[in-house]
């Protein structure tokens, strides 16, 4: 049998480690993070995330927090995810319900035993717009109304659901969500949260979509879709903590104070206006395999020591983080626990690591890359 030459057995030895090297990447995809849609603040974090933490992770949108959930249970390669606190006990209402099937039951019983907290970031404000003509002022006042608030699964959606559960013990008049077609937007998701705007502001020329009297809205103020180019016969509901259900609404969301200075145009009197909170987390999972475990082990200590660089250059939000290293880690909403792979290391995590004065400035080509401003 004749030898090859070297440089033949060379070439075939480089191709068979390229092929190695290929079935081992389709046998170990990249840790990916889901967040929300492409043109939201939780987009924005993941991609930080990526740019300043880790360049191996994988940043997807999403539709919204109840489907993070969904896909860090279901979906192969995802190991974090951006949602809001509330999720938690949606998803154990959906394990104690009856009408639930008993496998969907169980299957939301073994989610809810590993989902674990990475990180609390920010408070997000829950607006509830109507038109300034309604005889109603607060919250409480909503029941029967239709109401818009965004596709099932949304973080806004489950939301909405859970504060109008809580006040009144049924289920809302939903208002299905479409698209204008006169209605602009980098996405869809943009497209139908001014559409449904146009719809609230004017019913009877908008007569042809479905009629809305209460919009709910919820995000870290102020919010883009709010701060110009509003109606100007629209008002936030307010909060009332002195009505019968207000202990039970505030055992899972917060007080907080809508400003005046984030929405000039939507006619708040005085200097803000009372109203609800709820947190955003950064969440992982206790999972089977260790070495998605160890990601996240090594994934808290690359964010501790690159924390300083996603408060410079990253998101206006990483200002505003309910944690800053050198201080103990914040209580969490009810269910909630920390991650064990997280927890001692951003416990410990040097205060030195904060941001230092002076050192936020933006370089030219991060400005040009949307990096900072």
């Not at 806004?156 to 013990?169: C, D, G, I, P, R």
Request: charged share 25%.
């Amino acid at each position: 049998m004749k030898k090859l030459p070297a440089s033949r057995l060379g070439g075939i030895k480089t191709l068979l480690a390229g092929i190695s090297a290929a079935v081992l990447s389709m046998a170990a995809p990249a840790e990916s993070i889901v967040t929300g849609g492409k043109t939201g603040t939780y987009y924005a974090i993941g991609t930080n995330l990526r740019d300043f933490v880790n360049p191996a992770l994988e940043v997807k949108d999403s539709k919204g927090s109840w489907a993070n959930v969904e896909d860090m249970s279901q979906t192969r390669g995802v190991t974090l995810a951006i949602v809001q606190s509330d999720v938690y006990s949606a998803f154990v209402r959906m394990r104690d319900a009856s009408d639930v099937p008993q496998a969907t039951r169980r299957e939301y019983a073994q989610l809810l035993a590993n989902l674990r907290v990475f990180m609390p970031l920010y408070q997000e404000e829950i607006h509830f717009l109507v038109r300034k003509d309604e005889p109603i002022e607060f919250i409480h006042q909503i029941r029967g109304k239709p109401i818009w608030m965004d596709m099932e699964k949304s973080g806004t959606y489950l939301t909405a659901l859970n504060v109008y559960s809580k006040l009144f013990q049924e289920r809302p008049n939903v208002v299905q969500p479409f698209i204008n077609t006169t209605a602009t937007g980098d996405d869809d998701g943009t497209k139908r949260r001014r559409s449904a705007l146009m719809a609230l502001s004017d019913p009877v020329y908008y007569q042809a979509y479905p009629k809305i009297d209460v919009m709910v809205l919820v995000g870290g103020q102020p919010l883009g879709l709010l701060e110009k180019n509003v109606p100007a016969n629209l008002k936030l509901l307010k909060f009332d903590p002195t009505q019968a259900s207000s202990d039970k609404i505030l055992q899972e969301y917060r007080k907080a104070d809508i400003r005046k200075s984030s929405y000039p145009l939507l006619n708040i009197a005085g200097n803000d206006s009372p109203s609800l909170a709820v947190d955003s987390y950064l969440i992982t999972a206790n999972f089977a395999d260790p070495q998605r475990n160890q990601f996240i082990k090594d994934f808290a200590g690359q964010f501790c020591e690159k924390f300083a660089v996603l408060r410079d250059r990253g998101h206006a939000k990483w200002r505003s983080l309910t944690w800053q290293p050198g201080s103990a880690l914040p209580p969490l909403a009810a269910g909630w626990q920390y991650s064990d792979k997280v927890k001692e290391r951003l416990a410990n995590c040097p205060s030195g690591a904060a941001a230092k004065p002076g050192s936020g400035a933006c370089s030219p080509q991060d400005r040009f890359a949307g990096l900072c401003k």
